[in-house]
């Protein structure tokens, strides 16, 4: 077997720049996309990526100083040992770091090392989680940011073109504004092709109350809405409930908390019908399988949350292709090239699902043409 002793650990940081074309939502402009990802070497010659998703929008140079501050905990070990060593990461930051970036990083390293392990046996990492639960899985476009009325109209039909038979816009204006972009969204994408609305709350400076929430959903309900997303904001737990327990639609949120212990008071709070855990910002692997396993015994549905680039998409894949009740992929239609340019095979969308990956590991690559043409740009940040 290949020898998988650790021998580097370091963060690569990428800035895409979007200042031409830009993503825009209720919360604000996207003006740069700045990602961070991991890279754990071995003695062997392994390589294996994590992206921490989203420190690498908003503190990327914190991010590559976790990391660093990591490294020496990893250097020698053999990293098939992940859980073993994320435990290791996670117990000597307690006392600074319980929750937020530090456990994201350490959760993004893990990723790494799962990846390593994966390569190692020669298989996809699901086949590490419990095996191959799906042949292929619906996947839903993940976009409809904030853009003209014409240039939407054609995201819709690219979409129906494509093949894609679910959609998810971006909301969180005014009620009559979303209802217009609502309506036009259905309008162009038919009965047929079921439709998300994300408020995009978790992270908005100006998040809805629970009412102004109720207020939106009770005026989109009529377009046969599957899910209304993060409607309040990221710790108000029970304004969630409380809007769960009057909304006529479902209610998803969670791609902001960090960790099982963020994830718990909504299940205790009875707030959620799906949650949204992600490896790359929750907390890694083994933290997603543990909230996935709050989530069941509390009866809420899992959709992994997957808005990043290659090695995000990749390891929430991995953990939906393992997990026997998963019902779809997020596919983000941001437009970024880091997608695609980081995985070693791209994506197919066949009649509106993606099928199981058979690639060792994550199938992620990183070459010197990536790291120059995406070299980090000092200064750059996520808001304008």
Not at 111 to 132: H, M, N, T
Not at 254 to 269: D, K
Not at 351 to 358: H, S
Request: charged share 20%; with cysteine.
């Amino acid at each position: 077997m290949t020898d998988t002793t650790i021998k580097k650990v370091h963060c690569h940081l990428l800035t895409q720049d979007m200042s031409q074309s830009g993503i825009r939502w209720a919360g604000g402009d996207m003006r740069y996309w700045n990602t961070a990802l991991v890279e754990v070497a071995t003695e062997g010659g392994l390589r294996g990526f994590g992206e921490a998703y989203y420190p690498g929008l908003s503190a990327p140079l914190a991010t590559r100083a976790l990391v660093e501050n990591y490294a020496p905990l990893l250097i020698g070990e053999n990293a098939c040992d992940a859980t073993k060593l994320f435990h290791r990461l996670r117990s000597k930051s307690l006392a600074w770091g319980k929750a937020g970036l530090p456990l994201m990083v350490a959760g993004s390293i893990e990723v790494a090392l799962w990846d390593i392990k994966a390569q190692a046996l020669g298989a996809p990492l699901y086949q590490l989680l419990g095996g191959k639960a799906h042949d292929a899985i619906t996947a839903y476009a993940s976009g409809g940011n904030d853009v003209p009325r014409e240039q939407l109209i054609a995201e819709m039909e690219s979409y129906l073109e494509r093949g894609f038979r679910a959609v998810k816009i971006r909301i969180g204006r005014s009620v009559a504004e979303d209802v217009e972009k609502v309506r036009l969204c259905r309008d162009v994408l038919g009965p047929d092709v079921e439709l998300m609305v994300d408020a995009v709350m978790g992270h908005n400076p100006r998040p809805f109350s629970a009412k102004e929430a109720l207020a939106h959903i009770n005026a989109l309900e009529r377009f046969d809405i599957t899910w209304f997303e993060d409607p309040v904001g990221n710790r108000d737990y029970e304004g969630c409930a409380f809007v769960r327990k009057h909304s006529p639609v479902p209610v998803a949120a969670g791609e902001t908390a960090v960790g099982v212990h963020e994830f718990v008071p909504y299940f205790q709070a009875g707030a959620l019908d799906w949650v949204q855990p992600d490896p790359t910002h929750s907390g890694g692997i083994t933290e997603c399988l543990d909230i996935a396993a709050l989530a069941r015994a509390h009866g809420v549905r899992v959709v992994y949350h997957s808005w990043g680039m290659a090695p995000c998409l990749a390891a929430n894949y991995s953990l939906a292709f393992a997990d026997p009740y998963a019902r779809y992929l997020e596919y983000p239609t941001h437009g970024l090239p880091l997608v695609e340019e980081l995985a070693e095979t791209p994506l197919k969308l066949i009649e509106g699902k993606i099928p199981a990956p058979t690639a060792p590991g994550l199938g992620v690559k990183l070459n010197e043409d990536i790291l120059s043409r995406y070299a980090f740009v000092e200064g750059s940040t996520f808001w304008p």
